[in-house]
């Protein structure tokens, strides 16, 4: 078989199985997560007003309209790989807080809107969950 068969063959195997395979995400713990990790730089409310967002270069982003600047569509893969370190943030002469480490176990396998499969931490999954939450 050629790597490229190989390749195919792959892809076809993960989006056959993604589906029976999806994480159950959580919201409730999501919440805790955003609580215990992300309040600080992003606020209370989401709203980019957290304690130390003030002497941040680069201002914390309003996480409750993340899907309005997405034409709607919440943005599932780019705030996955903004939390687990693959789409780094840079802030204060420096990456956001890159969470994978800590919230990058076990993997799970869920979608994007899109319909994409993606393989990301279980917290990480419940945290997004807990965003799609507060979207306006």
């Not at 589906?19 to 999501?30: E, I, L, M, Y």
């Not at 780094?88 to 480490?101: D, L």
Request: proline share 6%.
């Amino acid at each position: 078989m050629s790597f490229s068969m190989y390749i195919r063959a792959l892809a076809i195997a993960v989006l056959v199985f993604v589906p029976a395979w999806s994480a159950a995400q959580d919201a409730n713990n999501g919440g805790d997560l955003y609580f215990q990790y992300c309040v600080g730089c992003h606020g209370m409310e989401a709203r980019g007003d957290g304690t130390v967002a003030d002497v941040l270069k680069v201002k914390p982003a309003d996480l409750t309209g993340l899907s309005a600047r997405n034409d709607g569509v919440f943005p599932t893969i780019l705030v996955a790989y903004r939390i687990d370190g693959r789409d780094p943030v840079i802030a204060h002469g420096g990456a956001m807080p890159i969470y994978g480490e800590f919230l990058g176990e076990p993997l799970v396998a869920t979608k994007a809107p899109s319909g994409q499969p993606l393989l990301i931490g279980q917290e990480i999954a419940d945290l997004i969950a807990y965003l799609e939450t507060i979207q306006e």
